[in-house]
């Protein structure tokens, strides 16, 4: 089936320094998501995006954070400068349509920030 | 407000028993509801999804989910479970006008011999 490639799959890098997550959304797809997801479980709604912009974001997507896609490449989250309480795994999803779609999700991105 | 509600963090059944993981939504108006599966080190997939109609919907793998208007919930059921569905499930909700999907905070299923 459809399949959502995230690059890299783990990341360590020293606080304040940034990074930036990859997502290689469904090709056909046309909104992207990232998710938090901390110690295993609890799943948070960080950003979607579509047309090349931010359509809803949560109180999680701190100013550190930004999202693009330039010229329907990757779809890329940046956090600059990172901070200890980002480690977490990151995940990206595509759909068709918002909302009432299914979200296919790429295997995630464990950060490691030390 | 819309929020969804997975009273259970862990639960554990043994091979061969029935399962049934509970989610009880709130939103006023007809809501989009989605069960997730989570295995360990992987993506998320999707397991089934209601819209409207029967509100017994039937997904992959021997899975059901029923959905209750009155009881604002969609409770996933499974009539015999495998070792290989040990995992954690997130059910979701999605309004009808929203943006995005909404995740309960997950069950963590454990099947044991």
């Known amino acids: 089936g459809p399949k959502v490639l995230q690059i890299p799959s783990h990341q360590i890098i020293d606080m304040g320094q940034m990074v930036t997550l990859n997502c290689d959304p469904v090709?056909?797809?046309?909104?992207f998501y990232w998710y938090k997801q901390i110690l295993g479980q609890q799943m948070e709604f960080l950003v979607n995006f579509y047309n090349g912009k931010v359509m809803e974001k949560s109180k999680l997507f701190k100013d550190q954070f930004s999202v693009e896609r330039p010229d329907g490449s990757y779809f890329t989250l940046k956090i600059q400068p990172t901070a200890l309480e980002d480690s977490a795994v990151y995940f990206c999803?595509?759909?068709?349509?918002?909302?009432?779609?299914?979200?296919?999700f790429g295997h995630g991105t464990k950060l490691s920030v030390l | 407000a819309q929020s969804v509600t997975q009273p259970d963090a862990r639960v554990t059944v043994s091979e061969g028993a029935s399962l049934q993981l509970r989610c009880k939504y709130s939103?006023?108006?007809?809501?989009?509801l989605f069960w997730y599966v989570q295995y360990p080190r992987q993506g998320l997939q999707l397991l089934l999804k209601?819209?409207?109609?029967?509100?017994v919907v039937q997904g992959v793998n021997g899975f059901e989910a029923e959905f209750s208007k009155s009881n604002s919930s969609f409770h996933l059921r499974k009539a015999s479970v495998h070792w290989s569905d040990s995992a954690v499930y997130f059910c979701?909700?999605?309004?009808?006008?929203?943006?995005?999907?909404?995740f309960g905070t997950g069950t963590k299923l454990q099947v044991v011999p």
């Open positions: 939103y006023s108006g007809t809501p989009y």
């Open positions: 999803a595509s759909s068709l349509a918002v909302s009432n779609e299914r979200l296919f």
């Open positions: 209601y819209y409207s109609g029967d509100p």
């Open positions: 979701v909700l999605s309004a009808n006008s929203g943006t995005y999907q909404r």
């Open positions: 090709s056909n797809h046309l909104y």
